[in-house]
Nanobody, 115 residues
Framework: QVQLVESGGGLVQAGGSLRLSCAAS????????VGWYRQAPGKQREWVAV???????KYADSVKGRFTISRDNAKNTVCLQMNSLKPEDTAVYYC?????????WGQGTQVTVSS
């Protein structure tokens, strides 16, 4: 089994930056893709960014140019660097790992951007 733990959320002013981390443990050799998602109050969870184990990356249009997803193999961690944050980025951010045919979720970390 794979376990995911997110960290790095917090309160930041608009224009500021945060760096989220997703630490994986367990049977990580079965992980093919890791993605970040977010869910704002009253809204559906939406995809933000994804990285494959071949280091291909993709971003949602809403964060392209501001967010960067990266992987640290030595630490079994996937990070999301978020710059130029906007109030509309406020949400709970979740990490998701594709493990074979199944998706595994972390518990989420709150990001709040004040105007």
């Amino acid at each position: 089994q794979v376990q995911l733990v997110e960290s790095g959320g917090g309160l930041v002013q608009a224009g500021g930056s945060l760096r989220l981390s997703c630490a994986a443990s367990g049977s990580i050799f079965n992980i093919s893709v890791v993605g970040w998602y977010r869910q704002a109050p009253g809204k559906q969870r939406e995809w933000v960014a994804v990285i494959t184990w071949g280091d291909s990356t993709k971003y949602a249009d809403s964060v392209k140019g501001r967010f960067t997803i990266s992987r640290d193999n030595a630490k079994n961690t996937v990070c999301l660097q978020m710059n130029s944050l906007k109030p509309e980025d406020t949400a709970v951010y979740y990490c998701n790992a594709q493990v074979g045919p199944k998706g595994v979720w972390g518990q989420g970390t709150q990001v709040t951007v004040s105007s």
